[in-house]
């Protein structure tokens, strides 16, 4: 069975491009996040959906930053316009439907975005 | 609310020698806890996790971990460190239908 599948895997832009980043979440799997990754911050939650509604999305940083899921097989986050400060690893990850406090979360191979 | 806290941002072992890596946790209900390794430009990979079964719980290449209430710990342990050990590796709480990680211990191994 596939894994998160998460694209694309590097993307350099300039400052003031929009940018996109896209997530097949496992198929069967209810709860979607996406995380930030920096040196400075560490592993960051932006937003997280359940059943494809957006449920928390405290971490995401700023208006800039906005994120959908418009079915269960599809996720978007995108940052229009992007600054450099915005450079950093972007990961997704889903989790099964089921207890919500056992499951694991099953991690995409990250978006490296660097925004110069 | 819940929380985990990781001791220590970097650890340095020997090749062979034991690897511990401390995790103390947060939680105001039984947590389920986890562990995960980050391998360089990779994502994060379920080492194991604590479900409120078996306190010692086993995990993938010879991890293992110790659920211990009275301590609030799940500290991660591996009798004999290999240099492909050599990663980043998180501590995780799940509650309230979210993660919490830790921020992380980068564990070198030494040949």
């Known amino acids: 069975d596939a894994g998160v599948i998460q694209s694309p895997r590097h993307e350099v832009t300039e400052m003031g491009q929009e940018v996109t980043l896209r997530c097949k979440p496992i198929s069967g799997h209810n709860s979607l996040f996406w995380y930030r990754q920096t040196m400075m911050r560490g592993l960051e939650l932006l937003i997280y959906?359940?059943?494809?509604?957006?449920?928390?999305d405290s971490g995401m940083p700023e208006d800039r930053f906005s994120a959908k899921m418009p079915n269960a097989s599809f996720s978007t986050l995108k940052i229009q316009p992007s600054e450099p400060r915005d450079s950093a690893v972007y990961f997704c990850?889903?989790?099964?439907?089921?207890?919500?406090?056992?499951?694991?979360?099953?991690f995409g191979e990250g978006s490296r975005l660097t925004v110069l | 609310a819940q929380s985990v806290t990781q001791l220590g941002s970097h650890v340095s072992v020997s090749e062979g020698a034991l690897v511990l890596l401390r995790c103390n946790y947060s939680?105001?209900?039984?947590?389920?806890l986890f562990w995960y390794v980050q391998y360089p430009n990779q994502g994060l990979q379920l080492l194991l996790k604590y479900t409120s079964a078996a306190t010692l719980v086993k995990g993938i290449n010879g991890f293992e971990a110790e659920f211990k209430k009275s301590e609030t710990s799940f500290h991660l342990t591996k009798p004999s460190a290999h240099m492909s050990d050599a990663a980043e590796y998180f501590c995780a709480v799940s509650g309230s239908n979210q993660f919490y990680f830790g921020t992380g211990t980068s564990l070198t191994v030494i040949p």
């Open positions: 990850a889903s989790r099964p439907a089921g207890g919500p406090n056992t499951g694991e979360l099953f």
């Open positions: 939680s105001s209900v039984p947590p389920y």
């Open positions: 959906f359940n059943n494809n509604v957006p449920i928390d």
